[in-house]
């Protein structure tokens, strides 16, 4: 089954400073990449998505996310974070030859200074 | 469109007790997720319905767990008897096309003491 590594557990950057967050999967194939936000005591939201295409997507909210095969790596960013970007991020893979489901890596939490 | 709908909000129950969820997917999604996330962790995959036919449900503790869905629309989640370690966020998803992502419900907080 396809699997999902994010490296960094918790990430704090200043209000204005641009964002780099990792995501690494494991997949025999190309899947489906997926980053979802998760605000406290809330559901998740989708940011943005990747099944084909142009490897540069852009989602809500001014992010955007790169894939690049060689690396099996889909890593989110936003040039300049606000205040309200604290949240935690879910990176997730879909399976597009097993049922597609989609399992989630363990989730970065993410914290603006003001 | 209307989201995905998900009842009770809040569930607090003891050891051994029975509970169940409930969630109503976005019309015309023919795909529904139950995920359960515990705290600190991201979502686990607990079963995945394709309409009303179970597709996975290899991650489901089915000696406790048990999921169905009525007519391939709402769906029911129950766990009998809970464990302390079932306290989690269970969170309901529904989706048309896989490639489009799941949209999520805001789940059903459950503890168990």
């Known amino acids: 089954a396809q699997s999902v590594t994010q490296p960094d557990i918790h990430i704090t950057v200043s209000e204005g400073a641009s964002l780099e967050l990792r995501c690494n999967y494991s997949?025999?194939?190309?899947?489906?990449l997926f980053w979802y936000v998760q605000s406290p005591g809330q559901g998740l939201q989708l940011l943005l998505k990747?099944?084909?295409?142009?490897?540069l997507v852009q989602g809500i909210k001014g992010f955007e996310a790169e894939f690049k095969r060689s690396q099996s790596s889909f890593n989110l960013r936003k040039p300049s974070v606000h205040w309200s970007d604290a949240a935690e991020y879910f990176c997730?893979?879909?399976?597009?030859?097993?049922?597609?489901?989609?399992?989630f890596g363990a989730g970065t939490r993410l914290t603006v200074k003001p | 469109e209307a989201g995905v709908a998900q009842s009770p909000r809040y569930k607090i129950i003891e050891k051994r007790q029975s509970v169940a969820f409930w969630c109503n997917p976005i019309?015309?999604?023919?795909?529904l997720y139950w995920y359960q996330q515990i705290l600190g962790q991201g979502p686990k995959l607990l079963i995945q319905?394709?309409?009303?036919?179970?597709?996975?449900d290899s991650q489901l503790p089915k000696d406790r767990f048990s999921a169905e869905r009525l007519k391939g629309v709402d769906s029911t989640l129950k766990i009998q008897p809970a464990k302390l370690e079932d306290s989690a966020v269970y969170l309901c998803?529904?989706?048309?096309?896989?490639?489009?992502?799941?949209?999520f419900g805001s789940g059903t907080r459950l503890t168990v003491v």
């Open positions: 997730a893979v879909g399976a597009p030859y097993n049922n597609n489901d989609m399992r």
């Open positions: 319905f394709q309409n009303n036919g179970v597709v996975d």
């Open positions: 019309s015309g999604h023919a795909t």
């Open positions: 997949y025999g194939a190309t899947p489906y």
């Open positions: 998803a529904s989706s048309r096309l896989p490639q489009e992502g799941y949209t």
């Open positions: 990747y099944f084909s295409g142009d490897t």
